[in-house]
């Protein structure tokens, strides 16, 4: 059965910091992983999505690499920014057509 | 209208009264999905609809029933709720292929509190 962690669960830092966010997932066997952000009371938002052949993909201030065979992905977040505060997930599809996600964390980017 | 769509946005309902959640997706995916996410929990699944047919329940209890009349449309009927089952309920589609698997879109979600 996959499982998916992401530790911490939180973290605050303040503006500007670059910041690494970790996702880590046990069955290697993935079509891809795709990461969200989730506004407090509100519905989730892709930000990248990385096939099982694709090491990284990017987005303006957001890199997000995969290393299937470890099981482990990592978001990047650069030069971050207050409006940057929200909860990130992390979200593994396998074989069938769920989508595994972990518990989140929640950043707080303070001015 | 773009993306994913839920109706309504919030909802309060006693525990004896009959709702129905509304989602419709608008980017001619072939699958779609009922998601419910409680407080500190991860997001857990509860249906799945490949083509118009149902082929995951993930243990849900009969209280919850889902209906997808078409690939572009998914009710979750909702009946003798339980105050356990306040949460916020999100849909989300994706298009699945012999060629791959792209991501899924999620819609805002129907903030559900059952007193």
């Known amino acids: 059965k996959q499982e998916v962690t992401q530790i911490p669960a939180a973290l605050s830092v303040p503006e500007g910091e670059n910041l690494v966010l970790n996702c880590s997932f046990t069955?290697?066997?993935?079509?891809?992983l795709q990461w969200f952000r989730q506004d407090p009371g509100k519905g989730l938002t892709s930000l990248l999505l990385i096939q099982s052949s694709q090491r990284e993909q990017t987005s303006g201030r957001l890199n997000a690499s995969l290393d299937k065979s470890s099981g482990r992905s990592t978001l990047y977040i650069a030069a971050s920014q207050p409006g940057d505060s929200a909860t990130y997930l992390c979200?593994?599809?396998?074989?069938?057509?769920?989508?595994?996600f972990g518990k989140g964390m929640k950043l707080t980017v303070n001015p | 209208e773009t993306g994913v769509t839920q109706t309504p946005r919030h909802l309060v309902m006693g525990m004896t009264n009959k709702k129905s959640l509304k989602c419709e997706q608008h980017?001619?995916?072939?699958?779609m999905y009922w998601y419910k996410q409680s407080a500190k929990k991860p997001l857990e699944l509860m249906f799945v609809?490949?083509?118009?047919?149902?082929?995951e329940n993930n243990s849900v209890p009969s209280r919850f029933s889902p209906e997808c009349p078409n690939s572009s449309h998914l009710f979750l009927h909702l009946h003798t709720l339980q105050p356990e089952d306040s949460a916020l309920y999100l849909c989300?589609?994706?298009?699945?292929?012999?060629?791959?698997?792209?991501?899924?879109?999620f819609g805002s979600g129907t903030r559900l509190t059952v007193v």
């Open positions: 609809y490949n083509f118009k047919e149902q082929t």
């Open positions: 979200a593994v599809q396998g074989g069938s057509e769920k989508l595994v």
């Open positions: 989300a589609s994706s298009q699945v292929s012999l060629m791959g698997k792209d991501g899924y879109t």
């Open positions: 980017l001619g995916h072939n699958a």
């Open positions: 069955d290697s066997a993935i079509y891809n």
